[in-house]
């Protein structure tokens, strides 16, 4: 909580970012591929949304 007794929104880029592959209908390999990241690390982002600032601009542009 903050001084003001309200809660900072935390934003979960993992889970946007799976709905968008899965909208777009682009694979989870191509994604890592293009990410610079394993399958296995962006099943990991998927859930936990934990990317890193160079992992962000990424998926910035990606999504572009």
Request: glycine share 8%.
């Amino acid at each position: 909580l903050h001084k003001n007794n309200t809660m900072k929104k935390v934003v979960n880029y993992g889970k946007q970012l799976k709905k968008y592959l899965k909208k777009s209908g682009i694979s989870a390999t191509h994604a890592s591929k293009v990410l610079g990241i394993t399958r296995g690390t962006l099943y990991n982002r998927f859930e936990d949304g934990e990317f890193s600032e160079k992992e962000l601009e990424k998926v910035k542009e990606f999504i572009k």
